[in-house]
C-alpha cells in the first residue's frame, strides 16, 4: 500500500515538475533575452559577458515609457475600485434586497454573461465616439466599471454569509447602508481580493479596448504602447520583451500579496449559510 502511494506520489510530483517546467521555461528565456544584445536573441546559448540591461535603459529614454506606465496604472485602479464599489453594491442587493424583477434582472446577467463582448464592440466604440469620450480617460475607465461577472461573483459570496448578522445589525439601529458599508463588506474580504485580482490584472494587460480607444501615443497603456515596437518587416525582441517584462511585475506582486484570500475567495464562493 506504500509502495502504491510513494510510486503514485512520485508520477504526482513528476507531473507537476514537467508542468512547472512548461509554464515557467518560456518566461525564464524571455527574462534572459531581454537582457541580451539584438545580435544574439536568436541564439539559445547564453553568454553572461554580454548580458546588460542596456534595453531597459533604452526604453526609459528613448519612448514615452513612464507615460505608458502611468496610463495603465491610473486606468487599471479607477477600474478595479469602480468595480469594487459597483459589483459589491449590486450583488448585496441581488442577494439580500428584495425588489420587483429581482430574478429577471439574476436570469438577465446570467444571459448577459454568455455574449461575446466582440458583438457589443460596435456599438460602444459608436456610443463613445458620439459623446467624444474616444482617446480620454473618460473612455477607458467609464464604460468599464462594472462586469456582469464580478456582479455574479459578489453575489454568490453574499449569499454566504449568516442573515442573523445582518439582523443583528439592524436591531442595533444600522441603516442598510451602515450594514453593507461596516458588516458585509469586511466579511467579503476574500471575495474582494479575488476580484481585485482578477480586474486589476485584466485591465492592466488590457489591449483590445484601449488600442481601439487610445489613439495619440500620449494616451497609450503598456500594451499598446509596446505593440507600437512591432515594425512591418522588423522586431527587436530584446526590446519587447524587457517591455513584458516590466508590465509582469504588478500583477506578479498583486498575486503574491493577496493569493491567500484568492483562493480562499473562489473556494468559498457559493457556499450556503
Not at 428584495?98 to 461575446?116: E, R, S, T
Amino acid at each position: 500500500m506504500n509502495r502504491k502511494l510513494s510510486v503514485s506520489k512520485l508520477i504526482f510530483y513528476i507531473v507537476l515538475i514537467g508542468y512547472a517546467i512548461i509554464c515557467l521555461g518560456p518566461f525564464l528565456w524571455s527574462f534572459i533575452t531581454s537582457f541580451k544584445p539584438t545580435s544574439e536573441i536568436n541564439n539559445f546559448n547564453i553568454n553572461f559577458k554580454t548580458l546588460s540591461a542596456k534595453n531597459y535603459v533604452f526604453l526609459w529614454k528613448e519612448f514615452p515609457f513612464a507615460r505608458w506606465v502611468f496610463n495603465s496604472i491610473y486606468v487599471a485602479l479607477i477600474v478595479t475600485f469602480g468595480n469594487l464599489l459597483f459589483n459589491s453594491m449590486a450583488g448585496y442587493a441581488l442577494a439580500r434586497i428584495n425588489f420587483p424583477g429581482k430574478k429577471v434582472l439574476f436570469f438577465a446577467i446570467l444571459g448577459m454573461m454568455m455574449v461575446p463582448g466582440q458583438v457589443v464592440m460596435v456599438p460602444t466604440f459608436i456610443l463613445l465616439s458620439k459623446l467624444g469620450w474616444v482617446n480620454t480617460y473618460k473612455g477607458l475607465t467609464i464604460p468599464f466599471l462594472t462586469s456582469l461577472f464580478g456582479i455574479f461573483l459578489m453575489r454568490q459570496f453574499f449569499t454566504s454569509i449568516p442573515k442573523a448578522i445582518e439582523e443583528s445589525a439592524m436591531i442595533d439601529g444600522l441603516s442598510r447602508f451602515g450594514i453593507f458599508f461596516r458588516i458585509v463588506l469586511p466579511l467579503a474580504r476574500p471575495a474582494l481580493s479575488t476580484q481585485f485580482i482578477l480586474m486589476f490584472t485584466g485591465n492592466w494587460n488590457s489591449f483590445l479596448w484601449p488600442s481601439l480607444l487610445a489613439q495619440s501615443e500620449e494616451m497609450f497603456t503598456l500594451p499598446v504602447g509596446l505593440n507600437s515596437f512591432y515594425g512591418q518587416y522588423y522586431q527587436f525582441w530584446d526590446q519587447v520583451l524587457a517591455g513584458v517584462m516590466i508590465l509582469s511585475i504588478p500583477t506578479i506582486l498583486i498575486f503574491l500579496i493577496f493569493q491567500r484570500n484568492f483562493i480562499k475567495g473562489i473556494a468559498t464562493t457559493g457556499l450556503k449559510e
